[in-house]
């Protein structure tokens, strides 16, 4: 695919994933979902196991975005190694890719973890368990959350 079919592909995932993130939730079934919508290659069984990456795993916030794992997900299914060429190498060509795609977040954000995009967000961390923080979290992130998911779909369509 040539740089601009790449652009424009971009734009039209960025608006699907903050389409879907504001609607269903989930960042990193969003990217996944998006990813496979516009180019293919995720399957469902990828996008129903990323789920628990959601909220920085398992809602705790302490891991990394759910919208960079789900992006780092998508460039490993078409650039992962299987289980079956383990002997052959590590696949560095995916790293470097994983690479590019969490520097570029870093740029843009300062850090990875999801308590960190919520301390950006909104100046404050929360207990994604707790009903009433959460709601306070998602009103006060307003469609930050939804602009990262939808930036980290675009960055992953550029580097296919």
């Known amino acids: 695919m040539k740089k601009a079919e790449k652009e424009i592909l971009g734009k039209k995932a ?6 879907y993130e504001l609607k269903y939730g989930c960042c990193p079934q969003c990217v996944l979902t998006t ?22 795993g398992g809602l705790m916030g302490t891991g990394t975005c ?4 789900g992006g780092l997900m998508a460039l490993s299914c078409k650039r992962g190694r299987d289980r079956d ?3 052959k190498g590590k696949f560095v060509s995916n790293f470097k890719l994983g690479q590019k795609l969490v520097e ?13 995009l919520q301390q950006q967000f909104t100046g404050h961390t929360y207990d994604m ?11 006060a992130r307003k469609d930050q959350c939804a602009k990262a998911t ?11």
């Open 129 to 139: 368990w707790d009903a009433k923080e959460y709601a306070e979290f998602n009103q």
């Open 66 to 69: 759910g919208a960079l794992a």
């Open 14 to 19: 960025y608006q699907m994933a903050f389409d």
């Open 35 to 56: 990813v496979k919508e516009t180019v293919g290659m995720v399957t469902d069984e990828t996008i129903k196991a990323s789920h628990g990456l959601s909220g920085g």
């Open 150 to 160: 939808a930036l980290v779909t675009k960055w992953v369509i550029e580097l296919l």
């Open 85 to 87: 060429k383990f002997e």
């Open 104 to 116: 570029s977040f870093q740029k843009e954000y300062g850090g990875v973890t999801c308590q960190h």
